[in-house]
Nanobody, 119 residues
Framework: QVQLVESGGGLVQPGGSLRLSCVASESIFSFIVMGWYRQAPGKERELVATITNDDAPRYHDSVKGRFTISRGNAKNTVYLQMNGLEPDDTAVYYC?????????????WGQGTQVTVSS
């Protein structure tokens, strides 16, 4: 099983920045796509950004131009740089990935990290 460990959430003022990190625990797997989803209170979970193993990014319209997803140098690591944060970005952010090994594919979710944008 792949476990995802997230870090980097916190409290920030509007206009501020945060960087989220996500690392997968199992090196025998390689990711096909990894990314970030978020869920605000009373709302459904939504895609924020994803990146494929050949570096093709995808963003929710509301974060285009403000957020950047990237792969780390370490295997199965992704980052989400969030600039120009707005109160509507407040949510629990979850890392997600689709991984493959020689014998199978599997998906994984992190436990979530809270991002709060408030003055």
């Amino acid at each position: 099983q792949v476990q995802l460990v997230e870090s980097g959430g916190g409290l920030v003022q509007p206009g501020g920045s945060l960087r989220l990190s996500c690392v997968a625990s199992e090196s025998i797997f390689s990711f096909i796509v990894m990314g970030w989803y978020r869920q605000a209170p009373g709302k459904e979970r939504e895609l924020v950004a994803t990146i494929t193993n050949d570096d093709a990014p995808r963003y929710h319209d509301s974060v285009k131009g403000r957020f950047t997803i990237s792969r780390g140098n370490a295997k199965n690591t992704v980052y989400l740089q969030m600039n120009g944060l707005e109160p509507d970005d407040t949510a629990v952010y979850y890392c997600n990935g689709l991984f493959k090994s020689i014998i199978r594919t599997t998906t994984a979710w992190g436990q979530g990290t809270q991002v709060t944008v408030s003055s």
